[in-house]
């Protein structure tokens, strides 16, 4: 059973920096791709940054130059540095694992099949 547990959400200024994790287990082999998704209060939830399991990444264009996907996978854990946070970073974050084909389909929740219980991240302007 592959399950994923986020950490690292908070509440920070608008300009500071967050850095959340996902501690991912239960896999069976090292064929799943990963994501980070946000939802923010009211909306869809959207793809924040990928990375496949050939290492290529994608990023939403709202975040580009601004956050950036990391995996440690002797570790099985998936990181997603975020700096000059701004308020409309405000949601709920999501870290997510599939078996995606191509990684430039990353951002697209369809293409995940285990999700986490997500972390709040809070920025205040």
């Known amino acids: 059973q592959v399950r994923l547990v986020e950490s690292g959400g908070g509440s920070v200024q608008s300009g500071g920096s967050l850095r959340l994790s996902c501690a991912a287990s239960?896999?069976?082999?090292?064929?799943?791709?990963m994501g980070w998704f946000r939802q923010p209060p009211g909306k869809e939830r959207e793809g924040v940054a990928g990375?496949?399991?050939?290492?290529?990444?994608i990023y939403a264009d709202s975040v580009k130059g601004r956050f950036t996907i990391s995996q440690d996978s002797a570790k099985n854990m998936l990181y997603l540095q975020m700096n000059s946070l701004k308020p409309e970073d405000t949601a709920m974050y999501y870290c997510?694992?599939?078996?995606?084909?191509?990684?430039?389909?990353?951002?697209?929740?369809?293409?995940?099949?285990?999700w986490g219980q997500g972390t709040q991240v809070t920025v205040s302007s």
């Open positions: 997510a694992a599939g078996r995606s084909k191509w990684w430039w389909l990353l951002l697209l929740p369809h293409e995940y099949n285990y």
């Open positions: 990375i496949h399991t050939d290492g290529r990444t």
């Open positions: 239960g896999f069976t082999d090292r064929q799943y791709s």
